[in-house]
């Protein structure tokens, strides 16, 4: 089952604006990631905050995460072309005695108009 | 460099016909994952390997199968019992199943299509 759930499901900005998407989860999680997907290609890691982070930063993204209310987002900063994409956020949970799996949502599909 | 190769990018199923999808690592992790993403979906787990001779079916199993014969390598095949094998199949690793915090590594995919 998917746990995370992406909001906007799709987004259009102007090349420099800020892109904000939203993610809500549903049980409790040790961390949460957000991953990058270009077009026809495979995931890319960008950040992991932990359960006990608030904020995270790395270059023009910034994550925020609240646990109280289940929902993290994901600030870019300066939009470029470059950074169109679907955009996922996934968060761990125990499968078995010692192992943890990766749970992902639908993701926010992002465009930056040049 | 590092990294995860998956292959071939694309392929083509005849009906009744297994194929298998090829996924090697040279990263040194010990778990890898293979996961399908149907347009417009996120990814949804088949099955995940926390060490070499061992695998676990994820959400999605039926119609698959895989083998762990090699920390590098694992491979997946389709079945003719998956009866809608379309999509895009993407394999991944990571350090170790048991550590959390972790990032997963992701290979650049295979398509497959129904012929």
């Known amino acids: 089952s998917q746990q995370g759930e992406e909001d906007p499901q799709a987004l259009s900005i102007q090349e420099g604006e800020n892109a904000t998407m939203n993610c809500s989860y549903k049980?409790?999680?040790?961390?949460l990631q957000w991953y990058r997907q270009n077009s026809g290609r495979g995931l890319v890691h960008l950040i992991l905050?932990?359960?006990?982070?608030r904020e995270k930063h790395s270059g023009r993204l910034r994550v925020t995460l609240d646990t109280s209310k289940k929902s993290s987002s994901l600030l870019i900063t300066a939009s470029r072309a470059a950074d169109t994409a679907s955009y996922f956020c996934?968060?761990?949970?125990?499968?078995?005695?010692?192992?943890?799996?990766?749970?992902f949502g639908k993701g926010t599909k992002l465009s930056v108009i040049p | 460099d590092g990294g995860i190769t998956q292959s071939p990018k694309y392929l083509f199923r005849k009906e009744g016909q297994n194929v298998t999808l090829s996924c090697e690592q040279n990263?040194?992790?010990?778990?890898m994952y293979w996961y399908r993403q149907d347009p417009g979906q996120g990814l949804r787990l088949i099955y995940y390997?926390?060490?070499?001779?061992?695998?676990q079916k994820g959400d999605i199993a039926e119609g698959y199968s895989v083998s762990r014969e090699k920390k590098e390598s694992f491979p997946l095949t389709v079945t003719s019992a998956q009866k809608n094998p379309t999509a895009f199949y993407l394999c991944?690793?990571?350090?170790?199943?048991?550590?959390?915090?972790?990032?997963?590594?992701f290979g650049d995919g295979t398509r497959l299509s129904i012929l």
């Open positions: 049980t409790s999680i040790n961390n």
């Open positions: 991944a690793s990571s350090i170790s199943p048991g550590l959390r915090n972790q990032p997963q590594h």
């Open positions: 390997s926390q060490i070499v001779n061992d695998f």
């Open positions: 996934a968060t761990d949970a125990i499968v078995g005695a010692g192992s943890y799996q990766l749970t």
């Open positions: 905050i932990r359960s006990n982070e």
């Open positions: 990263l040194n992790h010990d778990a």
